[in-house]
């Protein structure tokens, strides 16, 4: 006879709390990298998220000109400001706020990320998911979604969720065919409210708040921290005061790393291909 676990057992705990470190990358985007910094290397399959918000142009203006990527997937959410992407197959997009865009890079694309405005709010995350070995040299593929196309789900209390990617109630984000079956969830709560969600349980998952605050299991978490969760089939975030934060959660892969800049592959000899075919043209 199987003896079924109470919910509680497994609930999602804390395991670390930490706030993001500034940086800056492109050509001189100010940045605070909360996952790819040294108390949060990585947490597999989540290679980097990067928070970009500022309402000062010198802190953004400059973009991301063109530079490449092989091996891995890079996701941008927009929350204020309009950027405008072009890559080298042709591919070329507005990013405008509440918009995603999920970029499986593969085996190699050529890219830039350039603000289209010149004043406001800039503000947004990239999110860095790592590929299976046998994806990491697939054809590169887009999935651009628009603020429209993005399901909103009411939580009692006045609370919503933006379902980018995985499924709250009978509702499913627009994102699909994505190897680590991820799970992401921009959520606002009012103050108050609560908000709880069933994860698969061998999933690697965080919570970033962006917004107010928001707590877990007794834990504090102000705006600009990250939390790390345990293993468990379910989560549970309140908002005392009220907070607004993304839940991210992906199958982790368990392969060999490899990292050079734009280039995650499993093996070095890997890397070297990677800066090989960049830089003789076979992006
Ligand atoms: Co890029």
Known sequence: MTVLKSDASNLRRVVAVMAGQPTSDGAGVKLTRVIGQQRLPDLDPFLMLDEFR?????????????????GF??????????????DNKGNKGLL?????????????????????QEDGLMWGFQLWVNLPARD?????????IAPEEIPEVAVDGGGKVRVIAGSVGGTTGPISGVATDPTYL???LPAGTAF??????????????????AEIGGDTLARGRVAVLSQGDRIEVSAPKGGRFILVAGRPLGEPVAKYGPF???TVDELRQAVADFQSGKF
């Open 96 to 116: 405008r706020p509440g918009s995603v865009q999920w970029m499986t890079a593969g085996r190699g694309i050529v890219h830039s990320e350039l603000p289209e």
């Open 54 to 70: 500022s309402d000062d142009a010198k802190d953004y203006i400059a973009g991301f000109p063109d530079h490449p990527h092989r």
């Open 186 to 188: 921009d959520v606002a």
């Open 196 to 213: 709880a969600h069933k994860l698969p349980a061998q999933h690697n998952a965080f919570v970033y708040v962006f917004e107010g605050s």
């Open 73 to 86: 997937e890079t996701v941008t959410y927009m929350l204020a400001g309009r950027m405008r992407h072009e």
């Open 264 to 266: 995650v592959m499993n």
């Open 136 to 144: 990491k040299l697939c054809e590169p593929r887009y999935q651009e």
